[in-house]
């Protein structure tokens, strides 16, 4: 079946501009989560959404960055006043839901949009 | 606070040979423990999970994973390495209660000479 999908593969854009990634996760799952991953580190978590809601955004590193999930299918994630310290691969993940910590199952992961910040 | 740490940076094993990729964690309660592996222009792909029970888990590719509770260890192992295995390795943890995030390791490159 179609797994997690994300848009742009690549988005160039120059200091000061605003971007937005957005990620179609796998039917059916209701948690869902941002990560960002820098040149020869592992994902760094940035929010997690739990059907519309964001039950987590502990990793937001500041205002300039936002997601939402209206629906909650599709996200986006939103950065404002793009940084050069901004760029990385950001990554978008899903998985099978579920209310509180004891849900275990595996976060599947998208193919990542690659930002550059000129 | 939860942590991860891959102590290698990268792994070169030959083919045919076993591999160990190592992963040590740190929570404040009980794991849930994964390996993930990336290849280039590619996304995380998962391989396999530790959530309780056998402390041996076998997952994807021929791999499996070892948890060991008192040395807070969950080494991914492979009896025969192919050149094919070729790629990042991610090792991550979260607890039982409490964040739902993943936190990962800064990865182990896996070599495998022909």
């Known amino acids: 079946g179609a797994g997690v999908s994300q848009t742009p593969s690549n988005k160039v854009t120059e200091k000061g501009k605003y971007v937005e990634l957005r990620c179609d996760p796998i039917?059916?799952?209701?948690?869902l989560y941002w990560y960002r991953q820098s040149l020869g580190q592992g994902p760094e978590f940035l929010i997690y959404f739990q059907g519309t809601g964001a039950a987590d955004d502990s990793g937001l590193p500041n205002d300039r960055f936002f997601a939402v999930r209206p629906e909650g299918s599709v996200s986006t994630l939103k950065i404002q006043r793009t940084e050069r310290g901004d760029s990385a691969v950001y990554l978008c993940a899903s998985s099978l839901g579920g209310a509180g910590g004891g849900s275990y199952n595996e976060q599947f992961f998208g193919p990542g949009t690659r930002l550059t910040v000129l | 606070a939860q942590s991860v740490a891959q102590p290698e940076d990268q792994v070169n094993v030959a083919e045919g040979n076993p591999l160990t990729v190592k992963c040590t964690y740190s929570v404040s309660g009980n794991p849930y423990l994964f390996w993930y592996v990336q290849y280039p222009n590619r996304g995380l792909q998962f391989l396999l999970k530790y959530i309780t029970g056998d402390n041996l888990v076998k997952g994807s590719y021929g791999f499996e994973a070892e948890f060991n509770k008192s040395q807070t260890s969950f080494h991914l192992k492979k009896p025969s390495a192919l050149v094919s295995d070729s790629a990042l390795y991610f090792c991550a943890v979260r607890e039982h209660t409490g964040r739902r995030a993943l936190t990962f390791g800064s990865g182990t490159r896996l070599q495998v000479q022909p």
């Open positions: 039917s059916g799952h209701t948690a």
